[in-house]
C-alpha cells in the first residue's frame, strides 16, 4: 500500500541530518498514497481527546469533549493552561496504533498500514543510512490531529523503558501556513528557538530523541486541521 518515493536522496539527507541531528524529508510517500493517508484520517470518527493530567492522562472522545457543556470545558482549560504555562501539558486528538505485528496486520486501513510500513526494513534501512542508527527494531504510530486551541508544550521524548531513539511526524495537511500555528519549534539555550518545522503535507519531518521540541497552539482563525502520523523509532524486537 505504501512505498517511499524513489527520487529521495539519501546523500543529501545523511548531511542535513549530520548537522543538529533533524530534518525535513519532502514528498515522504508517493503523492496519491499520502493524499489516500489523509482522505481515511479525515473520515474516521474514533478519535481520542487527550489532556495531560497530574498523574494521568485525561481521556475522552473526542466528540463527547466537544459536546461537554462550556462551564466544564473552561474549568478543564483553566486548570490545562495552569499547568501549561510552567510545566508539560498537551492538548490534541489521537487514535493509536498497537504495537504487534498481528494486529496491524488484523486491522485492514491505511493508518495501520502506514505503521506497518514505517517497520519494514525498506523504511529502517532508508532511515539507519540517513541517521547512522542502526539497532532500530520498529516504530510506532499514533494519528494526531490539532484543532484549533491544541497544542504541546516542551518536552525531549526521552522516556525510561521505551527505548526510543528518533522521533518522526508525517505532515497530512495541504497548504498549512506557518501562521496558523501547529509548528513544531526547537528549543535552545537562553529560552531561544533554534529551528522551526512546518507541517507540510507529506513531509516527513525526522529528528534525535533527547532534543526540547514543541508544537505551537493552534490558531483560532487556522484553515484546517493539522493531520499528521508521528511516533518514535525503537530498538529492541516488534512484539507479535
Not at 39 to 58: C, K, M, Y
Not at 168 to 182: E, S, V
Amino acid at each position: 500500500m505504501f512505498k517511499l518515493n524513489p527520487d529521495l536522496d539519501e546523500a543529501i539527507l545523511r548531511e542535513h541530518f549530520a548537522c543538529e541531528g533533524r530534518v525535513q524529508i519532502a514528498d515522504f510517500l508517493e503523492a496519491p498514497q499520502a493524499l489516500a493517508l489523509r482522505a481515511s484520517l479525515s473520515e474516521r470518527s474514533d478519535w481520542r481527546h487527550v489532556i495531560n493530567g497530574e498523574s494521568q492522562v485525561f481521556e475522552i472522545a473526542a466528540d463527547r469533549f466537544d459536546a461537554l457543556p462550556d462551564e466544564t470545558r473552561k474549568t478543564l482549560e483553566q486548570a490545562m493552561f495552569a499547568k501549561a504555562s510552567h510545566g508539560f501539558q498537551f492538548q490534541f486528538d489521537t487514535i493509536r496504533v498497537p504495537d504487534e505485528k498481528s494486529k496491524r496486520q488484523a486491522a485492514s486501513e491505511h493508518l495501520a498500514a502506514f505503521a506497518t510500513f514505517m517497520s519494514s526494513q525498506e523504511v529502517l534501512e532508508f532511515i539507519a543510512a540517513i541517521t547512522g542508527e542502526k539497532g532500530i527494531g520498529f516504530a510506532d504510530a499514533q494519528a494526531t490531529r490539532y484543532r484549533p486551541g491544541d497544542f504541546l508544550t516542551r518536552h525531549d521524548d526521552a522516556v525510561a523503558g521505551k527505548n526510543r531513539r528518533l522521533a518522526y511526524i508525517l505532515g497530512l495537511t495541504p497548504g498549512w501556513r506557518p501562521d496558523w500555528g501547529g509548528l513544531l519549534l526547537f528549543h535552545g539555550a537562553g529560552e531561544n528557538v533554534t529551528d522551526i518545522f512546518v507541517p507540510h503535507f507529506n513531509r516527513l519531518s525526522l529528528f534525535a530523541i533527547g532534543q526540547p521540541h514543541s508544537v505551537s497552539h493552534v490558531a483560532p482563525f487556522a484553515g484546517a486541521e493539522r493531520l499528521s502520523v508521528t511516533g518514535w523509532l525503537r530498538t529492541g524486537r516488534q512484539p507479535d
